[in-house]
Antibody, heavy 124, light 111 residues
Framework: QVQLQQWGAGLLKPSETLSLTCAVN????????WTWIRQSPGKGLEWIGE???????KYSPSLESRVTISVDTSKNQFSLNLSSVTAADTALYYC??????????????????WGQGTMVTVSS | QSVLTQPPSVSGAPGQRVTISCTGS?????????AHWYQQFPGTAPKLLIY???NRPSGVPDRFSGSKSGTSASLAITGLQAEDEADYFC???????????FGTGTKVTVL
C-alpha cells in the first residue's frame, strides 16, 4: 500500500521560498510521475509540476519561472521549491502520484495517491 | 482559471441518479485527451474515482460511472447514497496551456 507523507513550512512572508518534501512509502518510484498540486478557494485545483525517477521535470507554464521540483531516489522523496511567494500562493499544497494513463491521443496522468496536504499561508 | 466547467452543485434523493457534466474545449477533452474524476470530502485529499473516461479503480463502487462525448465528460452516480455527499472534480490535459487542468468542482448534496 503506497502512501505519501509530506511536510514543510506552513507560514511564509512575501518574497520567501516555499519548500515542501514528500516521502513515498511502500512502493516503487519508477514508472510514475511525482506531482505537486495546490488547492485554493479562488483558483480551485491547480497542477504545479511533476518529476520522474530520472529527474525529468514538467512545470506549469504559469509557475515555471519560480518552481523547482527535485527528487532523491535514495530516500524515495521528492521536493517542491517555489520562490518569491506572494499572498496569491496561499493554498493547500498536495503531493500526488501521477499514473500515466495511455489514451487515444496521449498519456494523461491520473493522480491516484495523494499526500495529506500542507496548508501554506503567505502573510507579512 | 479553470478551463473545465462543472455545475456548482447537484442534488438528489437517496436512490436517485445524478449526473455531473465537465465541459471543456477543442484543446482538452475535445482534442481527445482523457478525463479523470475525483471525489473529495471536507478536510481530506481528493480520491481518484474514474480514470480514462470510464474506468473505476479497484474498490470504487459500480454505482459510479463515467463517459465522454465531444468536448465534455460526465460522471453519473446511480443509487445515490448519503455517503456520496462530497465535492467532485474532473481533470484532463490542455494542449494550449500545456498543463494538466481541473474542473471547477461540483458539490453533490443528498436530500
Amino acid at each position: 500500500q503506497v502512501q505519501l507523507q509530506q511536510w514543510g513550512a506552513g507560514l511564509l512572508k512575501p518574497s520567501e521560498t516555499l519548500s515542501l518534501t514528500c516521502a513515498v512509502n511502500g512502493g516503487s518510484f519508477r514508472g510514475f510521475y511525482w506531482t505537486w498540486i495546490r488547492q485554493s478557494p479562488g483558483k480551485g485545483l491547480e497542477w504545479i509540476g511533476e518529476i520522474n525517477h530520472k529527474g525529468t521535470t514538467k512545470y506549469s507554464p504559469s509557475l515555471e519561472s519560480r518552481v523547482t521540483i527535485s527528487v532523491d531516489t535514495s530516500k524515495n522523496q521528492f521536493s517542491l521549491n517555489l520562490s518569491s511567494v506572494t499572498a496569491a500562493d496561499t493554498a493547500l499544497y498536495y503531493c500526488a502520484r501521477g499514473d500515466p494513463i495511455i489514451g487515444v491521443i496521449m498519456t494523461v496522468d491520473a493522480f491516484d495517491i495523494w499526500g495529506q496536504g500542507t496548508m501554506v499561508t503567505v502573510s507579512s | 482559471q479553470s478551463v473545465l466547467t462543472q455545475p456548482p452543485s447537484v442534488s438528489g434523493a437517496p436512490g436517485q441518479r445524478v449526473t455531473i457534466s465537465c465541459t471543456g474545449s477543442s484543446s482538452n477533452i475535445g482534442a481527445g485527451y482523457d478525463a479523470h474524476w475525483y471525489q473529495q470530502f471536507p478536510g481530506t485529499a481528493p480520491k481518484l474515482l474514474i480514470y480514462g473516461n470510464s474506468n473505476r479503480p479497484s474498490g470504487v463502487p459500480d454505482r459510479f460511472s463515467g463517459s465522454k462525448s465531444g468536448t465534455s465528460a460526465s460522471l453519473a452516480i446511480t443509487g445515490l447514497q448519503a455517503e456520496d455527499e462530497a465535492d467532485y472534480f474532473c481533470q484532463s490535459y490542455d494542449s494550449s496551456l500545456s498543463t494538466y487542468v481541473f474542473g471547477t468542482g461540483t458539490k453533490v448534496t443528498v436530500l
